[in-house]
């Protein structure tokens, strides 16, 4: 049996009919069992089960172990009793087909998606206005997605849009605006096929025509659903300290501050470093200007991170910009550079660990 097939337990023909149809849509095999002896010998380790109304009562008989995600699924309205028998089971949904297919192949697919590890996800905030976060949060994505599937989220309402930075301003997808109507589970799959992309780069970004207000609920869901679907995450974080940035924080494996060379952007950038909350994962520090000012090593010390990369002031990067080549247009210049050893110490190191 392999092990990574969802379940189904049931006899109805009608019903394994609409499920085989519904899996296929997911992109995963299930194994069809009946039964409470062959459900029973497959309970504890199947990614998801599936109980059909006709055999939930004899498998509930049956006294199964507890466990996450046991659903029971029937045709058409539902009786009452079928609750119960749930109950018994310790399902944590009653199902109705058709009503509920979408749900059921997002389930589905998500079940096809947990084989693989959950990508590595990085925060990029900026130690003060003008720091280049944001661009270099581009740059490490444009990197990044050279090598391994990656989504580069978008998290500040009030800036220039980072697709605008990428020039994906004009491609085709949602933005958060739609994602902010959805409700419930998200899976990856619709996730990746509903975003703006080009090649292994997807964005979610922010809408041109009116603000929207970014809630933790629909973070959790997006970053839930890009670490379930893509290999790398880039999310570009806001300065302020709220709900919705304490929650992207929290589900980083990786924060990287950015911070320029002078006086006051060091200043700056130790009390980012200080609003960042105490559970903050890895820290890195990247810095950008001319050394003739605060040396990054002298940064370092007194942020207590260490120093990830550092980079000059790039000359031509605007009109890289300003033309929709991104801003790792240049493979040769000190963005690109810096960019690169950050996807080689969070990215590539990675992938050859879990190799």
Known sequence: ???SAPIIVSA???????????CAAAGVVPEVVHGPEQALRHWAGAP?????????????ASSPPRRPRVHVLGRGPVPDGLFRD???LGAETVAALPASETWLVELLTDVGDGGAAPGVTIGVIG???GAGATVFAAALAQ???EVATTLLVDADPIGAGIDRVLGLESRDGIRWDSMLQTTGRLSSRSLREALPRTGQLSVLTWPTDRPV???????REVLSAGRRGFDVVVADLPRQRDAVVEEMISRCDHVVLVSTLTVPGVSSAARVAQRLPELTPARHLVTRGSRAGVTPEAVSRLLRMPLLATMADQRGLDESINLGAGP???RRGALARAARMGVRSLVTSRQAAAA
């Open 127 to 129: 130690g003060s206005g």
């Open 12 to 22: 109805d023909p009608l019903l394994l009919s609409d499920l085989h149809r519904l």
């Open 48 to 60: 998801v089960i599936l109980v059909g109304a006709d055999s939930a009562a004899v498998v509930a």
């Open 143 to 145: 990197l990044a997605s």
């Open 328 to 330: 790792a247009r240049s």
């Open 1 to 3: 049996m392999d092990v």
């Open 86 to 88: 749930a109950l018994g």
């Open 213 to 219: 207000s970014l809630q933790a609920f629909a973070m």
